[in-house]
Structures are given as structure tokens and as C-alpha cells.
């Protein structure tokens, strides 16, 4: 599994794999830090955006949350940037594997 970004809602923390990820665009990197400061604003916790070993996009959770909340927001953030994590996927699967 290769992290993407991750965001921790106690610490007030965004971290960006800039070393393995750190040619998208800056407007994709905006992108991602805005969907996990919403999300965790939303429901709390620990957010992690990864690729799985197939270069799969998987959005985790840990923490203290609001589960139902968190699993509801995951696919709403899903539905509603599915272009773009499916780019994100297809750049994954093209030049990281």
C-alpha cells in the first residue's frame, strides 16, 4: 500500500506523500487536502487516501468517529469526485506501479 495523503482531525495535521506523489498537479494536491479537511471536520478522526497493491484508491478511517457518519461521507466523497480518483487511479496504475 502506497499513502497518498492522510489527515488527522485531534491534531489538526494534513500530511501530502510529496516524495512518491509529488509530480500531480497543484491543483490535484489542493484538491486532496480539501476533501480531508472537509471530511474530518465532518466526522473526526484519521483519515488515509492509498493505493492498494492493484492501484486501487481506498479511503480509511480510524479513531474516534461518527462510523455511520464516516461511511456515509466516504461515498458521497466518492460519488462526488469520481473523475477525479479515477484519474488518480489510472496515473497510479500507469506510473507508480
Given amino acids: 500500500m502506497k499513502v497518498l495523503c492522510a489527515g488527522n482531525a485531534s491534531s489538526m495535521k494534513y500530511y501530502f506523500n510529496e516524495e512518491e506523489f509529488g509530480i500531480l498537479p ?16 465532518d466526522v473526526g478522526g484519521i483519515l488515509t487516501l492509498q493505493f492498494d497493491d492493484k492501484g486501487v484508491l481506498q479511503i480509511t478511517t480510524m479513531g474516534p468517529i461518527d462510523e455511520i457518519g464516516a461511511e456515509l461521507k466516504i461515498g458521497q466523497m466518492r460519488e462526488d469526485n469520481k473523475e477525479l480518483f479515477t484519474q488518480l487511479e489510472t496515473f497510479y496504475q500507469s506510473f507508480k506501479k
Fill in 26 to 41: 497543484s491543483s490535484v494536491k489542493d484538491d486532496l487536502k480539501i476533501l480531508a479537511v472537509k471530511f474530518l471536520s
